[in-house]
């Protein structure tokens, strides 16, 4: 899921990280930069490649150097817009990898339907084609979801997550967008378009990801979202609780898209995250 779903009220404004409770101003609204913020700019010294994976090209951006960081974007988006408020920080002290799932950003599309499960293969043979392994990865929607399933199926390549604005199954979604996907769905989708709508209405499926599949991810997890997120606050506290080794952080007035338009609040929090020594990373219940 990206951000071109529409928002829906949801609850009260505050942040949660951890157990720390901020009271924070509800300045912004999605993608708008906050007075005085200096806007994104290109995203320069970066590198684009492109290797064959599965059978078909799929391109791939790295810039900086240092640990690596894996940034997997939104559905129908690509690596450098989901992220443009965040690759000029981070690639300061981190070697960031930003690969372009099928039929988004750089990489073509392919024939038949598209899948969490294929897009997810797809990263672990790139990261394993570049002999990266416990990475740190962040995921913004359709990102957080594989971000989620490569944690479960290919543990070893991943040391921590960030995920932000994720679903588990589409009765995640407020009410009024899952009804809007499913009215327009159709089974026989050929444009990108029509495929991802199509994905969202109908996964992640169970065998995809489930409450119980969270429960085999030992990898500290930060779970971001806005609290107007077309994610309900519910589900997002569902795999809050599902999940071993979480932290919990609530962004407020804020919507699905949580890295564009809160970067101040969201970046300093994920340093940290990241920064913290392994033992010390630890859920506050």
């Not at 962040?138 to 390549?157: C, N, T, W, Y």
């Not at 996907?181 to 990108?192: F, Q, S």
Request: with cysteine; glycine share 8%.
């Amino acid at each position: 899921m990206t951000h071109g779903i529409r928002r829906s009220a949801r609850s009260p404004a505050v942040l949660a990280w951890g157990a720390v409770f901020l009271a924070l101003p509800s300045s912004l609204l999605f993608a708008d930069a906050e007075p005085g913020m200096s806007q994104p700019t290109e995203w320069h010294s970066t590198e684009w490649h492109s290797t064959e994976i599965r059978g078909h090209r799929m391109f791939y951006a790295t810039r900086g150097s240092g640990p690596t960081l894996v940034f997997l974007h939104g559905g129908g988006d690509s690596g450098e817009h989901s992220f443009v408020r965040q690759l000029d920080v981070f690639s300061e002290r981190h070697h960031i990898v930003a690969p372009d799932q099928v039929g988004q950003g750089r990489t073509p599309d392919v024939p038949g339907l598209l899948s969490y499960t294929a897009m997810m293969q797809d990263t672990a043979t790139l990261l394993q084609q570049l002999k990266l392994k416990h990475v740190d990865v962040v995921g913004f929607s359709d990102g957080g979801i594989l971000a989620l399933m490569l944690a479960i199926r290919h543990p070893e390549l991943v040391r921590r997550l960030v995920i932000s604005g994720v679903n588990i199954s589409p009765e995640g979604l407020v009410t009024e967008n899952l009804e809007g996907l499913r009215a327009d769905d159709t089974p026989t989708p050929k444009t990108i378009d029509e495929k991802l709508g199509h994905l969202w209405a109908t996964s992640p499926t169970e065998d995809e990801l489930s409450l119980a599949l969270l429960g085999k991810i030992t990898q500290p997890v930060l779970l971001v979202s806005g609290d107007h997120d077309v994610i309900t606050l519910e589900h997002t506290l569902q795999i809050f609780h599902a999940l071993p080794n979480s932290e919990l952080c609530v962004l407020p007035g804020t919507d699905h898209g949580t890295f564009s338009s809160r970067p101040e609040w969201l970046n300093p929090i994920i340093g940290a995250f990241l920064a913290r020594p392994q033992e010390s990373v630890a859920t506050v219940r």
